[in-house]
T-cell receptor
Framework: EDQVTQSPEALRLQEGESSSLNCSYT??????LFWYRQDPGKGPEFLFT???AGEEKEKERLKATLTKKESFLHITAPKPEDSATYLC?????????????FGKGTLLTVNP | NAGVTQTPKFQVLKTGQSMTLQCAQD?????MSWYRQDPGMGLRLIHY???????DQGEVPNGYNVSRSTTEDFPLRLLSAAPSQTSVYFC??????????????FGSGTRLTVV
């Protein structure tokens, strides 16, 4: 069974204090690993798709990396507007349902 | 370009009532799906469709029905609502054949309470 574990569950940072969120996965054939941002009361917003170990993607203060067992979302010099829940999800090669298996998310709070 | 539109945003049902959650997308996405999000759990797939006339079950399909008569619409029907179906429901769509590079587009959700 595919499993996705995100850590920490919650993270509180001061503005400008860089850190990383972790997403570890156990799957039978990775087709893609997705990072999403979710604000309270809203739907997940797509950030990145990663496909293979060693791949990296960047967007503003966010950088996502991928190894064979985990992905990291690095947040450089965060601002209060980066506060949100960050979700990690995997799509695997088993079956044809394009199912995403999600982690429980990391709630990030950035204090000014 | 509206993306994925879900209605209603909020709904309260009594146990045993039925209702339909609406989902529409204007991006010509072949794939559409329904997820539910519960506290302390990740999003879980209910039903999905890879095109008009084609639907299939996801991880937690019991108590829900879907149909897909057009590319744009993918309604989710609750047959006889139960308190265990209290949740936030999200519709998501994506283009097929792109390897997911553009991700899945989610709607803003329907918050359902069954009393």
């Amino acid at each position: 069974e595919d499993q996705v574990t995100q850590s920490p569950e919650a993270l509180r940072l001061q503005e400008g204090e860089s850190s990383s969120l972790n997403c570890s996965y156990t799957v039978s054939g990775l087709r893609g690993l997705f990072w999403y941002r979710q604000d309270p009361g809203k739907g997940p917003e797509f950030l990145f798709t990663l496909y293979s170990a060693g791949e990296e993607k960047e967007k503003e203060r966010l950088k996502a990396t991928l190894t064979k067992k985990e992905s990291f979302l690095h947040i450089t010099a965060p601002k209060p507007e980066d506060s949100a829940t960050y979700l990690c999800a995997v799509q695997t090669s088993g079956g044809s349902n394009y199912k995403l298996t999600f982690g429980k998310g990391t709630l990030l709070t950035v204090n000014p | 370009n509206a993306g994925v539109t879900q209605t209603p945003k909020f709904q309260v049902l009594k146990t045993g009532q039925s209702m339909t959650l609406q989902c529409a997308q204007d991006m010509n996405h072949e794939y559409m799906s329904w997820y539910r999000q519960d506290p302390g759990m990740g999003l879980r797939l209910i039903h999905y469709s890879v095109g008009a006339g084609i639907t299939d079950q996801g991880e937690v399909p019991n108590g829900y029905n879907v149909s897909r008569s057009t590319t744009e619409d993918f309604p989710l029907r609750l047959l006889s609502a139960a308190p265990s179906q209290t949740s936030v429901y999200f519709c998501a769509s994506r283009l097929l054949g792109q390897g997911g590079r553009y991700g899945y587009t989610f709607g803003s959700g329907t918050r359902l309470t069954v009393v």
